[in-house]
């Protein structure tokens, strides 16, 4: 198509509210509109990109034997209630009445409209193994969007759900979706996506993976190890730490005046940070009963390894002055019993603790926490740290880097068939719950992943599998006859040959301004046709990651960019790489 | 792909609560599931059907220089206040607010997202005209959900969205998208649909056509002329009466005992109902202010024509104690000044109507309107009536048809340009509100009138366009050997050439039990593999639509369907009537 014709309009400012430089660009670039907070419209360019990474996206869904449906977005709240995340669920569900008062929601995510859909079907076990899909859109009231299309609160995904006979079915088909994972990102541009250990959080399910994109533009951390290859994300990282215990001495109660950091308070008891125990107190959502984290004082709480262990949603405690709690001298020894308790794994081991006496102004010295509490259970809750032990070789060799998740896949278990009494049966005329797994990718997201990987300071560098078009030509001088008539003639030869153009041949445009159009549009191959490269007979060829410069004869010129079109197709769908579980 | 994979379970008996074919046989086979009121999930079948749909009015409406583009399900209502809709669309508009109190709405049609799209790209006449679309879901809180996916409340539609800056340009590309829709109806197999006047509701504005399968069970009622061809929507249908005059007799006060009938007042007085004026009375929904409607006795009130008239919702009065009306005796002579009143076209031209004389128990006889009244502004507002006369040519050749619309174009003009100040400068620096067309099409209506239009008692009669598959191969007793492998072989060739097939290879079903299954997925070729015609070295090749059976050599089978398959394709192709508007 012609650039002139091309709904969207593109500027040189960047926009002022933009964290991320692809957030920037795809402004900039008239790919999407702001509609509302995040929420956002696509620009022809935008929904050219999002439209193929569905059609790659359905490719290897088919390939793995998926089978596409559609899912309302609004579904009563009976279905909700029957899995019980109608009320489980916090604000994140939006949750209205139609005209007769019934209440409905907006699908956030589609376990249960998967299992109403397919609960008859799969009420024998030759039907299994199977698994469905959909692309359709998903409303989440993220509290805080943010960073364009990375984190918005509408957004179209692929959300697919498997249901199996046994647990080594889901296993073995769980990794066939790993490794078709894998190869989404890899022909959509991104091979370096890395899958890691994930935490199932509201999913509820038992083995879980997400796939990250290690860019500092993430908002999630993800450890690394250097020396076995071991990938976490930071929620599911399990922390190892060890101490070399010591001689436990008396328990001392002392005077700490003003010391109500763990940092003062080791400073003026002259220990080391190693040796301390440091409180963190939340509340639980529900009662905003208290509940005290410990961890040895060099480390932090993980709040999601937290939550988890208390089974329900907490936020950082408020200390109230009638709370049973001695804010700044909060410790495990002497604590009241109304407050629940959780000792992190990095005070195990150590033999005399600095830690709070539960009284104003004082803090225990060499407090032996299995002497003074006689037994405990110590649980992992703290966030690993960079140079920490890797749970997997045992070297202290991990790292922490920020990643944006592209994709996730779970294991659910009968956590959604035996909440919604979706049963088969078997060979043998028992009934059992199937097992399921669920497999998710944001479209709008990957988008914009893409374009954070792929970019430079002037636009998109967009991989040519989803550019929203292959090849782009520029006419500079569309008045000078010679030239439009070449640019005119590849126009149509390419385009004959199938190839995808936006043909820039505006009258009264600068050369400068069609590039920098050019480099915000991000197509992969560009052509130049000029009055100058005219009289040599030539076209000036060249790619937008600049791997490629040439002028190329007028005559050969279609041919010569069709089989760099072609290379570059080839290129990417050799990046699919399969790393195992 | 084999059938005894595909998700979705057939069975035998009509469901009780289908008032239409299409939605009992497309429960029946297999194609969706009832989620809620006016809500259903599509199972692969249907999502095939579907996708095929959307692919052939993508093609179509890039065709007319169309560019896709997605807006958001969830809006900002000040978007919606911005155009005034936030407050005039009833409880059709689905309203709730978000974690932070802020008003959303769910979008039941795209105008305002549009225009805030666009409203800065098309700031210059150069950018003029362009036409954008969408395939997306929708919400519309209907009253009365009913038939299957003929009146759901979730839905996919495609819209679009044409921008112009002259009447002529409009006029121009809505007779394009005029085409493009008639295209569109002929490729998915119904090209028997029909164009009509349409009144142009809630869009608000000028000229408007619905796309009319003309079907029992439609929902909407569409006057043809057999003389010369003019098609209107009952509601935009005009009501041309020519009434014979008479002589004007002197205006008499009646006693009409128990008469609160026309019928009965007519008998009683003994007059024709074609002398008689008849009052409807309605309320307006906003302040229950009361409407009456006079019409001529034989004549029924047109609800839209009237609420159009009014300008605002209406309903069906409720006559109270206290109103300044007396039921069964309204006429509009004598009537209070409270009440709005409309006398239709039909009442002119009549010297001497029997009418209500406002008071209980009494009718007027020899009441002439305008001698009575002062002077009368009569308005059309009744429905026209079988054997009517045609407001186009003025035969008396009327007929009414039900009619299910499967899609429907509006020239807007510049009502949401200007209440939503999308501006434009013009060549000669003035600045203008552009005019807008916009255009939808429900794909999930349009696929179960596909289906309703083109069934019989065992399933749809898929037109090969946008059939789940191309060829249906049934093999009865796979474990026959020979058999079996000639199937096999079969699939393979065809799949390999490109072929959608769908495979039955399920052992231990009867081949009546195939049948019935292959009637319900409604493949439009169907091949039959058996050990009795593999004795004669022949395959069953049959049509949905009977019009093909017969046996074929099996080494010519697959060059055999292909070429069948092709011939059908093209048929459908062919089936583009352009009309003129």
């Known amino acids: 198509m012609k650039l002139k014709n091309l709904?969207?309009?593109?500027?040189?400012?960047?926009?002022?509210?933009?964290?991320?430089?692809?957030?920037?660009?795809?402004?900039?670039?008239?790919?999407?509109?702001?509609?509302?907070?995040?929420?956002?419209?696509?620009?022809?360019?935008?929904?050219?990109?999002?439209a193929k990474i569905e059609a790659i996206i359905r490719a290897e869904m088919d390939a793995i034997d998926g089978q596409e449906v559609l899912f309302p977005v609004v579904m009563p709240a009976e279905l909700w209630q029957e899995s019980g995340?109608?009320?489980?669920?916090a604000r994140e569900l939006v949750r209205f009445q139609d005209r007769s008062r019934s209440k409905l929601v907006l699908g956030m995510t589609h376990e249960e409209a998967a299992v109403q859909l397919v609960r008859e079907y799969g009420q024998s076990y030759q039907q299994y193994p199977f698994m469905i899909y959909q692309i359709q859109r998903k409303f989440r009231d993220e509290a805080r969007p943010r960073a364009g299309m990375i984190r918005v609160r509408e957004f179209t995904m692929k959300d697919a759900y498997s249901f199996h006979t046994s647990q080594a079915d889901l296993d073995q088909y769980y990794q066939r979706c790993y490794d078709a994972y894998h190869r989404i990102f890899g022909r959509v541009g991104i091979p370096e996506v890395v899958a890691v250990a994930a935490d199932a959080g509201m999913m509820g399910g038992d083995l879980s993976h997400e796939y990250m994109l290690l860019n500092?533009?993430?908002?999630?951390?993800?450890?690394?190890?250097?020396?076995?290859?071991?990938?976490?994300?930071?929620?599911?990282?399990?922390?190892?730490?060890?101490?070399?215990?010591?001689?436990?001495?008396?328990?001392?109660?002392?005077?700490?005046?003003?010391?109500?950091?763990?940092?003062?308070?080791?400073?003026?008891?002259?220990?080391?940070?190693?040796?301390?125990?440091?409180?963190?107190?939340?509340?639980?959502?529900?009662?905003?009963?208290?509940?005290?984290?410990?961890?040895?004082?060099?480390?932090?709480v993980n709040e999601t390894k937290l939550r988890n262990?208390?089974?329900?949603?907490?936020?950082?405690?408020?200390?109230?002055?009638?709370?049973?709690?001695?804010?700044?001298?909060?410790?495990?020894?002497?604590?009241?019993?109304?407050?629940?308790?959780?000792?992190?794994?990095?005070?195990?081991?150590?033999?005399?603790?600095?830690?709070?006496?539960?009284?104003?102004?004082?803090?225990?010295?060499?407090?032996?926490?299995?002497?003074?509490?006689?037994?405990?259970?110590?649980?992992?809750?703290?966030?690993?740290?960079?140079?920490?032990?890797?749970?997997?070789?045992?070297?202290?060799?991990?790292?922490?880097?920020?990643?944006?998740?592209?994709?996730?896949?779970?294991?659910?278990?009968?956590?959604?068939?035996?909440?919604?009494?979706?049963?088969?049966?078997?060979k043998d005329g028992t009934i059992h719950n199937p097992l399921m797994g669920c497999y998710g990718i944001g479209i709008g997201r990957l988008a914009a992943s893409v374009c954070e990987a792929k970019h430079d300071e002037n636009g998109p560098i967009w991989p040519i599998s989803i550019a929203p078009?292959?090849?782009?030509?520029?006419?500079?001088?569309?008045?000078?006859?010679?030239?439009?008539?070449t640019a005119d003639a590849?126009?149509?030869?390419?385009?004959?040959?199938?190839?995808?153009?936006?043909?820039?041949?505006?009258?009264?445009?600068?050369?400068?301004?069609m590039f920098a159009d050019a480099d915000l549009l991000g197509v992969p191959i560009r052509a130049v046709v000029?009055?100058?490269?005219?009289?040599?007979?030539?076209?000036?060829?060249?790619?937008?990651?600049?791997?490629?410069?040439?002028a190329v004869e007028i005559s050969e010129c279609c041919d010569y960019i069709c089989r760099l079109r072609d290379k570059m197709h080839k290129t990417l769908l050799s990046h699919a790489p399969v790393l195992p579980v």
Chains 1, 2 share one sequence.
């Open 7 to 50: 709904v969207g309009q593109r500027f040189k400012e960047r926009p002022a509210d933009c964290i991320i430089d692809s957030h920037a660009l795809m402004l900039r670039g008239g790919y999407m509109k702001y509609v509302g907070s995040g929420i956002y419209s696509e620009f022809p360019a935008l929904r050219r990109v999002t």
């Open 85 to 89: 995340r109608y009320d489980s669920i």
């Open 216 to 300: 500092d533009a993430g908002e999630d951390s993800i450890v690394l190890c250097a020396a076995c290859g071991y990938r976490a994300n930071m929620e599911a990282a399990a922390n190892i730490v060890e101490n070399d215990g010591g001689e436990a001495e008396p328990l001392e109660c002392v005077e700490t005046p003003d010391c109500t950091t763990i940092d003062a308070v080791c400073r003026f008891l002259q220990r080391d940070i190693c040796v301390s125990c440091k409180a963190v107190v939340y509340q639980k959502n529900a009662d905003d009963a208290y509940v005290a984290a410990f961890v040895r004082g060099d480390y932090e």
């Open 309 to 426: 262990l208390v089974g329900e949603e907490i936020h950082p405690a408020e200390i109230t002055a009638d709370a049973p709690l001695t804010a700044g001298y909060i410790g495990p020894y002497g604590l009241s019993k109304q407050v629940e308790c959780y000792c992190d794994l990095s005070l195990k081991g150590i033999a005399g603790l600095v830690a709070g006496a539960n009284k104003e102004g004082f803090h225990y010295r060499n407090l032996n926490l299995e002497r003074e509490l006689g037994s405990v259970s110590y649980v992992d809750l703290a966030k690993v740290k960079e140079g920490g032990v890797c749970p997997c070789c045992k070297k202290p060799a991990l790292t922490i880097r920020r990643g944006i998740e592209v994709g996730n896949i779970f294991q659910l278990g009968t956590k959604y068939s035996s909440s919604m009494h979706m049963q088969y049966t078997d």
């Open 469 to 485: 078009w292959e090849v782009h030509i520029c006419c500079i001088r569309p008045d000078d006859a010679a030239a439009k008539k």
């Open 490 to 513: 590849l126009y149509e030869a390419l385009t004959a040959r199938g190839v995808e153009v936006i043909y820039d041949d505006r009258e009264g445009v600068r050369g400068g301004q």
């Open 530 to 550: 000029s009055p100058r490269n005219q009289k040599d007979n030539k076209i000036e060829v060249a790619t937008r990651d600049k791997s490629v410069r040439e």
